[in-house]
């Protein structure tokens, strides 16, 4: 008896997850824009780059995109992703996918110790508590070389006494719009995801995962993060774009 391998159009999964992060957070590319052109200002040309909480490798191919000659290691622990963005953008051979939890050893998965002289994340560090940060930033800090740049594009909160500003930057608009009437958001995106048949493998592995990314959670402030990578041995932080609380934060090894 033969089983027929099942195949999916992973190009065509990974547009739809662009099409429905956008409607959710409508600057996405503005924001995605201003990071790349931040990595090639602070790296160069030809930059070895971490990608932090990749999802299916949207940030990782804006920045093979843009730089040509960099090379990027993408690493996240939510196997249907990165089975998207595998199947999606696996011809990339300056581009590699590794399965590592953030919150766990990520540093003795990655395929070289480095150094390396960037690193991003996007929309993937707020998933992260308090204490599992400052270790990120930490391990971070020892893989990249002095003077790399780190740059982190996601919602960084208003300060504990900036409450009346922040509550008028979401009457401005809501942390995470909802999508237009009649679009694909995040859960129709994913319901579909998970009775996809060429994934069924990986939906199964991902619900022992129990990974789970409720939007009602708290982000964290961007002084903290200040005050977690200072501690963590990074010399400057600082904000190159920001849209109400949806900024990009920039950090200096």
Known sequence: MSTQHVVADFASWLARWDAQQHRHIPDREERFTA??????AFAGPEPRVLDLGCGPG?????VLDRLPGASVVAI???????AIGRGALGARRSLQFVDADLRADWVSALPSPGPYDAAVSTTALHWLGLEQLLVLYQALAGVLRPGAVFLDGDRLDFDHDQRAIAEGARQVRPEWPDAPEGAEDYDAWWAAAVAEPALAEQVAERAQRWHAHPHEDEAHSYEFHRSALFSSGFVEVGTVWQHLANRVLVAIR
Do not use: F
Request: proline share 6%; aromatic share 0%.
């Open 35 to 40: 990071m790349v052109d931040a990595v090639a």
């Open 58 to 62: 949207s940030l990782s191919a804006r």
């Open 76 to 82: 996240d622990a939510d196997p249907v992703l990165l």
